[in-house]
């Protein structure tokens, strides 16, 4: 694709991740989406970040962003490739943060491709992916290379302190209900359990046919996680996986 092509795909749906239908979605959910904001505020407030410096991979507008956690911060370099990610999240957040001596720095660039690039430029800083990982293997359309990359992470980020909050599982569900159910803790092990699987998916009233987003390995086996229930639409679920790695 040429770079101007690029640009007007990427503003638009960034290879389905994002992109202007993601933030009009977001702007109409944010209200159904309430009961999973506060859970990823309650799982990202366990954690010292553990540096004053965060590199952010695929904020977004932070349309589910907690901006007392995004506070805590000196500094934040956002990496995503949607070129309205910049100013939305200006505008939802900018304000507030360069009030409070927060310096934000916004790149347009695809940080998974570039990740041990972007490493080594921040040295020191934690890393937090927001989001984007379970939407890999929709942009790459490639399941072996998704599960390669995707598995290699925790290797790259070794030494790091870094997080992720992505899509486990994900699709239909029964009845359109809100969604009352509470973030359930267990290992990222427990991903792979199928018996542990299928609980979540009738506690969330799955049915039909269900997305693996092939984010199971993301971290390793003995990670404490959040598995965290979302309504992205009132008829499709999603379980989100959270999870931090202390350096
Ligand atoms: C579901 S959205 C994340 C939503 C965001 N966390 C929020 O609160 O609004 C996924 C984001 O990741 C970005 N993205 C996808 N792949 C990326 C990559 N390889 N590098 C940087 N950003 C990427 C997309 O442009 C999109 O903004």
């Known amino acids: 694709m040429l770079p101007l092509q690029q640009f007007f795909s990427d503003g638009l749906l960034a290879g389905g991740t994002g992109g202007l239908r993601w933030h009009w979605h ?17 799982f990202l407030n366990i954690f010292k970040p553990g540096s004053s410096h965060l590199l ?20 934040i370099d956002a990496y995503d490739i949607d070129p309205l990610a ?15 001596g927060v310096q934000v720095r916004h790149h347009r660039q ?12 921040h040295p020191t800083a934690c890393v937090w992916f927001d989001n984007v990982l379970g939407q890999h293997r929709y942009r790459l359309r490639d399941i072996d290379r998704t599960e390669k990359e995707l598995n290699a992470l925790k290797q790259q980020l070794h030494g790091r302190s870094w997080g992720s909050l992505h899509d486990w599982l ?8 809100p969604l009352a159910l509470q973030a359930i803790q267990a290992l990222a092990a427990d991903a792979q359990d199928p018996v542990f699987a299928q609980k979540l ?9 269900w997305s693996d987003h092939l984010t199971g390995h993301v971290f390793a086996a003995n990670t404490p996680t959040h598995y965290i229930p979302w309504a992205f639409t009132p008829e499709h679920g999603h379980w989100l996986q959270a999870g931090w790695v202390q350096a």
């Open 26 to 42: 977001a702007a109409q959910s944010l209200k159904r989406w309430q009961g999973t904001l506060v859970q990823i505020e309650y």
């Open 56 to 75: 952010l991979v695929g904020g977004s507008a932070g349309w589910m962003m907690p901006r007392q956690w995004l506070l805590q911060f000196e500094r």
């Open 86 to 100: 910049q100013y939305l999240f200006n505008w939802r957040h900018g304000r507030h943060l360069k009030q409070q």
């Open 110 to 121: 695809d940080a998974l491709a570039s990740l041990p690039q972007l490493l080594s430029t």
């Open 170 to 177: 994900s699709g239909p569900r029964q009845s359109p209900q």
């Open 201 to 209: 998916l009738q506690q969330i009233g799955a049915h039909d046919v």
